[in-house]
């Protein structure tokens, strides 16, 4: 290939690979397709595809901040003490965080876990001190962590099975025209559905993300392991749904997720009803799953907002849109959900 010819297309790659060994999973599909997208820009921001919480106000990074100093400080002030966030994007929460929490004496060593290359220059520049990780096992085993997750489950691939007159059969993905569409598999799937909803109508979706619940998993075990708390922050249900909830953003708009694969940010909503179970399984404390604007309200945003406008007036109408955004419960406020975690030896959480 000369170096004037452009790489191959992801759609093309896809194509050539149903061609020749049959329909891929949905879960394939996206997995491929976000990371192919992920390791090839920086998503973030209004130059970008979307806007996260941190990237709308600082105000969000800093009561992060101030619950693990709080969670800290009424555990013991144990150190060596760890930071860890998962997908940290800019690193623009990490730098709010932490720097309210210096205020009260935390000051753990930075670890990220990022798998994007694009990303860690841009991390690197805001939080210098940081250590990278490909994944949660290299990460120091002694020490509590206080670990941060904003909007990353939501991008790990799911699994959807959809139930057919006969039985469950996980979606497929193949092409058809210019876009790629899901049919039902061949191979029986009731292992995988749970006993109690085995009996849905045909038609019904049933989505799952193996990768939160290990994710999940992994982090408890760590909680129980060294001590320590977790947020969990993300669009999605604390009750069990159905239905099929994959998305696609481009240039801050919806658009087909089967229309070129890897040029758009895939996601799925993060079904927290399933999660939490699974941290209490590892005898993990689950502190609770709340609204985002009830948590941040709870944390004092208010307050927190209007002390910042009375330093800078000029800006006062920006702050209020930017709280408005966060805790509004007709954008972020009511879909996105807080859910904490804590060693058993760790006290409650402010906030739930």
Partial sequence: MSEDTPPETLAAVFRRLIINTGPISLQHYMGEANARYYASRDPL????????????????????????ADMWINAGREEPVHYVELGPGRG???????????RYGLEPSIHFVEGSTALKDIQLAAVPGAQWHHD????????????????????????????????????????????FVCIAGSQPMEAAVP???????????IETNPGAAATVYEVAGRLIEQGGAALFIDYGSDVLRDGSTLQAV???????????????DLTAHVDFASLAPIAESRGCRWLGTVPQGRWLRNLGVDARAQALSEQAPQHAAAIAAAKDRLVGEGQMGLLFKVMGLAAPSWPGGAGF
């Avoid at 623009?92 to 210096?102: E, G, N, P, V, W």
Wanted: aromatic residues 6%; glycine residues 10%.
């Fill in 136 to 179: 949660l096992s290299t990460l120091p085993p002694y020490g509590p962590i206080l670990l941060v997750a904003n909007e990353f489950l939501d991008a790990l691939p799911v699994r959807q099975l959809v139930r057919t007159e006969d039985g469950w059969r996980e979606r497929m993905v193949i092409p058809e025209g210019e876009r």
């Fill in 250 to 264: 481009r240039d801050h708009l919806k658009v087909d997720p089967f229309v070129g694969p890897g040029d758009a």
């Fill in 92 to 102: 623009t929460l990490a730098t709010d965080a932490l720097r309210a929490a210096k």
């Fill in 195 to 205: 006993e109690g909803r085995r009996n849905a109508a045909p038609g019904t979706i």
């Fill in 45 to 68: 921001g209004l130059a970008g595809d979307f806007v996260t919480a941190p990237e709308i106000s600082q105000m969000f990074g800093e009561l992060i901040g101030l619950w693990l």
